[in-house]
């Protein structure tokens, strides 16, 4: 199946920026002229004062830094709205349709200006000045947008933080980054049910005694409580600030945001992204990989708390003037046939989604997609996880008709956009691979030990040299910055994936080979979920692995061993996960937890993982070697209790 090739059809050969002619020739220049060829694209964005130093970058432990257009000044809510006011005013820049099929709005460039002004005037209003951290914990509607790009106006700097995450995990965050200032909304609404987010800032901020202002914006109307001296409703302060604020001149090497992202050790890392070599390459991606054309209609399901939100909801279609729709509610609500309905509604050309949302929707048969039209669909897009080629297939046939490419692009929170992916005009398909690199990507498989891997291989997947969208530090931990992603291939960037190249020099991301979880497309740190589970008082030691789930890609199996005396039971094991749902969040809820006498550890204390993969797998043929073990008869047990789950 996966041998399948599927030719670019010969009208996006003709009508595409570029066909395979032209990807060669761009992709030779891109790595042959770096300087040369960056220096052009960096144009794509309006400067106030052009770079002329375009790219200077060290991977080494003593002097590791990336600096991309280093001296050159903008900013990027002017790239996103402004620019666009004189021209496209009237054209609309969002479309938001509402978790209520029957609410949905439309906001133009001229009022996007209007509302982001307004919002950065309150944001001034309420101290916030250049270089300060802003949380933004909203649920999906045209003020979260707003509230960013009022951010980049004055030069604060976003973190926005998931809706879906616990008032822990929002504490974290706060407090990580010194953040002062929150911006939350009274609730959020998906599937027709209520999220109390600013009950979890109230919440969070029990220990955030930093926070000075939290700006509320109204929502549902629901009922919350207003901490005098601290809260404020967004229209109240609204009313009285000032329409006009002019953008701060920012330095390309400016931080614009921070994202938190789960690792493979410790709390989740700030990924620091910069402003001007991030927004060259949001944009020239998005403007590529989809063939964005002007007037199109442009549709990406993520929420804005994760990075495809930023880079593809926001900043990638803003700065090139698109029409971005911004979905609130979920795909299955009212019913499953909810996504094609919304392209019908709004005549969506590009639609941009995850495998686990497209393997829910399978799941329900062709019926709920065939009795839409979805005519207006040109182009299909996929990302956050690897996706097989059966859902490949049926997303190409049944909501594709056969007549629209599909992008499956792959890239990361820390690579900022996109690195390996089709371009429609130009890459022929094999259903389940991303195919080949953006221009300046250079993709390098290493063995172990930093061996390079030539030709048809599989191996470790590093980036030989740096591009412009790619993360600058860890906020607050640079050393950290180093230890992730340089130390252990010297001289490259390594993502963490694993990945295979075949005969024809494409790629196949096999998924993350740390212990990374990758759960719905959202990534999650086993390390976090362990540390949760052994926060409860009767918990002992716990070790999570990923195994194989129909729908989310990956699911979380949780191995517990509780404490001298305690008994387990059924209630326990739900009392657990609730419990890591509510230190979290509802996406690291285990799916399965098994109660573990003992864990199959080295003579060092060391957990082999990989024993404990194969046993939740339900793969007891290949556990290795097991001769290293303190303990080996734990793992009979193990296997015992494994069969006893079903
Ligand atoms: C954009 C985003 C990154 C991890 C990444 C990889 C997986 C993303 C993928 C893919 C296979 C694709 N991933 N896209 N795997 N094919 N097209 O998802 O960022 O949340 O940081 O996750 O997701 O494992 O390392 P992020």
């Known amino acids: 199946m996966s041998d399948q090739l599927i030719k670019v059809p010969a009208d996006w050969a003709k009508s595409a920026y570029v066909d395979d002619a032209k990807y060669t020739e761009m992709y030779e220049q891109s790595i042959k002229d770096p300087v040369g060829f960056w220096a052009e694209h960096g144009k794509r964005v309006d400067w106030i004062k052009p770079y002329t130093k375009v790219k200077d970058v060290s991977y080494n432990q003593r002097d590791l830094h990336i600096r991309w257009f280093e001296d050159g000044t903008l900013n990027a809510c002017y790239n996103c709205v402004d620019r666009h006011v004189k021209d496209k005013g009237d054209e609309v820049a969002i479309i938001w349709e509402g978790d209520d099929p029957s609410v949905d709005q439309t906001i133009t460039y001229t009022q996007l200006h209007h509302h982001v002004q307004r919002f950065a005037n309150v944001l001034k209003d309420q101290g916030v000045k250049k270089g300060d951290r802003v949380t933004i914990y909203m ?5 979260a947008a707003y509230a960013m790009l009022a951010c980049a106006r004055i030069g604060a700097v976003h973190s926005v933080v998931f809706g879906g995450f616990s008032p822990d995990a929002l504490a974290g965050r706060i407090q990580d980054c010194d953040s002062r200032f929150v911006i939350t909304s009274d609730e959020g609404v998906r599937g027709g049910r209520p999220i109390p987010l600013k009950e979890n800032t109230d919440d969070a901020l029990d220990s955030c005694p930093d926070v000075e202002s939290v700006i509320v914006v109204e929502h549902t109307g629901g009922a919350v409580t207003m901490k005098e001296g601290r809260d404020v409703w967004y229209h109240e302060v609204a009313g009285r600030v000032d329409h006009e604020c002019p953008c701060e001149e920012m330095n390309a090497e400016d931080p614009l945001f921070i994202l938190y992202t789960s690792g493979s050790t410790g709390k989740p890392k700030g990924v620091l992204h910069t402003t001007g070599g991030y927004l060259v390459y949001a944009s020239m991606t998005h403007q590529y990989v989809f063939d964005y054309k002007p007037g199109d209609i442009y549709w990406c399901t993520a929420d804005v708390g994760w990075v495809t939100g930023h880079s593809y909801i926001l900043y990638g279609p803003l700065a090139n003037g698109a029409t971005t729709l911004m979905f609130e509610g979920v795909p299955t609500y009212p019913d499953s046939s909810r996504c094609w309905q919304v392209c019908d509604k709004h005549n969506v050309n590009i639609f941009y989604t995850a495998p686990t949302a497209i393997r829910a929707l399978m799941r329900e048969g062709d019926e709920p997609v065939k009795k839409t039209s979805r005519k207006s669909l040109r182009l299909l897009g996929s ?21 629209c490419p599909i992008v499956d692009t792959w890239w990361q929170t820390e690579t900022g956009g996109i690195l390996i992916s089709p371009l429609p005009g130009a890459t022929d398909l094999k259903p389940g691979s991303a195919t080949r690199p953006f221009f300046g990507v250079e993709p390098v498989l290493v063995d172990n030990d930093g061996h390079p891997l030539h030709g048809a291989t599989s191996g470790n997947l590093c980036i030989a040299d740096s591009w412009p969208g790619q993360m600058r530090t860890v906020y607050g931990d640079h050393k950290r910055f180093f230890e992730t992603y340089f130390s252990q291939f010297k001289g490259k960037y390594f993502s963490g994936d694993g990945c295979r190249r075949d005969e024809d020099g494409y790629y196949w991301i096999t998924g993350r080979v740390d212990d990374v979880l990758n759960v719905s497309g959202h990534r999650m740190g086993t390390a ?8 409860h008082e009767k918990v002992a030691e716990a070790a999570v692995v990923g195994y194989p789930h129909d729908i989310k890609g990956q699911g979380i199996y949780a191995y517990v061993t509780l404490k001298q005396g305690q008994d387990p039971s059924d209630d326990l094991k739900k009392e657990l996960v609730q419990w890591v749902r509510k230190e979290i969040g509802p996406i690291a809820s285990p799916d399965l937890l098994q109660w573990a006498p003992g864990l199959p550890k080295t003579r060092s204390g060391k957990i082999m993982r990989r024993i404990l993969r194969k046993i939740a797998e339900d793969d007891f043929s290949n556990l290795g070697d097991t001769s290293t ?14 069969q006893n789950l079903g």
């Open 139 to 143: 649920p999906m509607i045209p003020e």
């Open 383 to 403: 990302v956050g996880e690897p996706i097989n080629p059966e859902a490949w297939l049926w997303y190409h046939k049944v909501v594709g008709d056969e007549r």
């Open 528 to 535: 976090e979920i362990e540390s949760a589970l052994v926060a």
């Open 629 to 642: 073990l303190a303990d080996p008869g734990v793992v009979d047990d193990l296997i015992d209790n494994r």
